[in-house]
T-cell receptor, first 115, second 112 residues
């Protein structure tokens, strides 16, 4: 079974430029998460999807961040415009039914560097 | 609101020694508790989980954790450390609503 796939693994951009990250969850996993992980910190939830519906986006900075999960499968996280403080690792995770029924499976992350 | 506190951002042990990583949680409802491990430049991998069954939970790679409600703790242990255990360890608490909150992490170093 293929795991959670994220791309790109690494991205370097200049501030004020846009950037997008893509996530392909494990087949059949209806719950998808985007987490932000700063250096030396634990992951912080940005947004959670149940199928194609965003059920928790309270921590997503909506002035510059947006996300979508069309057809309830793949998901894209976008930042426009990027700021220096956005440099971090963006982790995608998926699960079958969320924390109540099982574990979250994480991708390897997309490391963003904003210059 | 739920929260997780990991005591000690860095723990160093000798190979073969006991590993003890501490985690305390705050939750107004029965929690789901997890320990994840993260190796450099990789995503997080589940070590073990507590979901209101047995209070002593066994995980992969010889790790185990004990849920102590009276102490609101879920400490992670391993009797004998291996060099390959060197990594970042995260404790996390989840609730019925499906939200998973992570602690700040503890970096484990294993000395030969």
């Amino acid at each position: 079974e293929a795991g959670v796939v994220q791309s790109p693994r690494y991205k370097i951009i200049e501030k004020k430029q846009p950037v997008a990250f893509w996530c392909n969850p494990i087949s059949g996993h209806n719950t998808l998460y985007w987490y932000l992980q700063n250096l030396g910190q634990g992951p912080e939830l940005l947004i959670r999807y149940e199928n194609e519906e965003a059920v928790d986006d309270s921590q997503l900075p909506k002035d510059r961040f947006s996300a979508e999960r069309l057809k309830g499968v793949d998901s894209t996280l976008k930042i426009q415009p990027a700021e220096l403080g956005d440099s971090a690792v963006y982790l995608c995770a998926s699960s079958r039914g969320g924390v109540r029924t099982g574990e979250l499976f994480f991708g390897e992350g997309s490391r963003l560097t904003v210059l | 609101a739920q929260s997780v506190t990991q005591l000690g951002s860095h723990v160093s042990v000798s190979e073969g020694a006991l590993v003890l990583l501490r985690c305390n949680y705050s939750s107004s409802v029965p929690p789901y508790l997890f320990w994840y491990v993260q190796y450099p430049n990789q995503g997080l991998q589940l070590l073990l989980k507590y979901t209101s069954a047995a209070t002593l939970v066994k995980g992969i790679n010889g790790f185990e954790a004990e849920f102590k409600k009276s102490e609101t703790s879920f400490h992670l242990t391993k009797p004998s450390a291996h060099m390959s255990d060197a990594a970042e360890y995260f404790c996390a608490v989840g609730n019925q609503g499906g939200k998973l909150i992570f602690g700040q992490g503890t970096e484990l170093s294993v000395k030969p």
